[in-house]
């Protein structure tokens, strides 16, 4: 086996590898939450490397004198077996790419989704009928493009040959060739399309949406990925002209999978799992962060609505702080000089968007002095902490 094949083999078990490190991380580690499209997406990049990497079991089988496309076998033999091994990573290799395309296509949709869902007042969740769909739907795909694939090389067993430069098995047939490739291509343009259309929104709305949760990291991510789908696309189109395929434009496929675990492999909270070693902010800290309190779900984005002029849109109150208890106080000890009172006949607070009127009743209300001061501005609105009376009229 040359030189330039075992680099081209290395790099696409690196790339698997990798991707393997990081999938039983985020399935794993509490720490860790990811959508279900992006767990997709690892496993078909895992099983796209492990497609390019049976070269190594058909060399294997082959033995010192290699792998010839015209010779006659016997069933069962080891010649048999190497060609029974080159007709499937034939088949996988051109009905991987569409796999691939369709898992990262599928991911960046249900990112979108998801961005559109937390700018909706009242604030959604994409529907699980929908997720279900984007995460088998490129599986169901790639299933029946392998077996179209294999059944060709079954019918056709000369067409089952070494790729010229010898670095994987192909099909020489035209027409199902070109049409795996094209619908590969064709899921990196609608990629480039969804991700174009998610950066104007997430442009458009940034000041509403928060920046430091990871959905919002995670995004930046995805788009951050936009490069390496035009890098694949860029290559895919090469690989298309037959004038095109030479020693570097078939060396850059093992480059893609490098290139995408170098973006989602490398973000914060897998790191900080792999640093085992060092203690995470979220073990040190005693209090938990405004933006847990307020999500309902790990995977949605928390959606910060503005500030309406001249005053706030909504109370906001310490989670550990205990009206009720306060209350009872006060009446025990009315005339203490640490005790605020605050104004009973205060007017209620109307807080207006499109869609619904929400009044909101300040009840009378005694906070101690120290108490006051540890009510952070960050914190979510909690009718219970305040006691308030909520009530709501439609239009």
């Known amino acids: 086996m040359q030189a330039k094949i075992k680099a081209f083999i290395s790099l696409q078990l690196l790339g698997a590898l990798c991707f393997f490190l990081v999938t039983i991380t985020a399935a794993f580690s509490s720490r860790v939450k990811r959508y279900a499209t992006w767990y997709s997406f690892c496993i078909s990049w895992i099983i796209s490397s492990l497609s390019y990497s049976l070269l190594l079991i058909v060399d294997a089988y082959a033995g010192a004198q290699g792998f010839h496309r015209d010779s006659h076998f016997d069933v069962g033999s080891m010649e048999w077996k190497a060609k029974r091994a080159c007709t499937v990573q034939a088949a996988l290799v051109y009905a991987t790419p ?128 936009g490069f390496v789908d035009l890098f694949a696309l860029i290559v895919g189109l090469l690989l298309l002209i037959p004038s095109t395929r030479k020693f570097g434009a078939n060396f850059l496929l093992s480059l893609i999978p490098v290139l995408g675990i170098s973006i989602f492999g490398s973000q914060t909270d897998i790191l900080r799992v792999w640093m085992f070693w060092k203690k995470s902010p979220s073990e040190t800290a005693s209090l938990p962060t405004s933006a847990s309190r307020c999500s309902h779900y790990s995977d949605d984005f928390t959606f910060r609505q503005p500030s309406l002029s001249g005053r706030r849109g909504r109370w906001r109150s310490s989670s550990s702080l205990n009206v009720s208890s306060h209350l009872q106080a006060s009446n025990e000890h009315h005339h203490h000089p640490s005790l605020v009172t605050s104004n009973s006949h205060t007017p209620a607070v109307s807080v207006e968007d499109d869609t619904m009127n929400v009044d909101i009743e300040k009840p009378k209300m005694i906070f101690p002095i120290d108490k006051l001061n540890s009510i952070d501005e960050e914190d979510c609105f909690d009718s219970n902490d305040l006691g308030a009376v909520v009530t709501t009229r439609r239009e």
């Not at 959604?124 to 795909?141: C, N």
């Open 98 to 225: 569409v796999l691939t395309g369709c898992t990262s296509l599928a991911m960046c949709i249900h990112v979108l989704l998801y961005v559109r869902a937390a700018l909706r007042v009242p604030m959604s969740r994409v529907k699980t009928v929908t997720t279900t769909m984007l995460v088998v739907g490129p599986y169901v795909i790639w299933v029946a493009m392998f077996v179209v694939l294999f059944q060709l090389g079954q019918a056709q067993p000369n067409a089952v040959q070494l790729e010229r430069w010898g670095y994987y098995c192909h099909l020489a047939l035209p027409q199902p060739v070109a049409v795996c490739t094209s619908i590969a291509v064709l899921a990196s343009i609608s990629v480039a399309i969804v991700e174009t259309w998610m950066a104007i929104a997430v442009h458009k709305y940034r000041d509403a949406l928060p920046r430091t949760t990871h959905p919002m990291t995670f995004t930046l991510r995805v788009l951050l990925f």
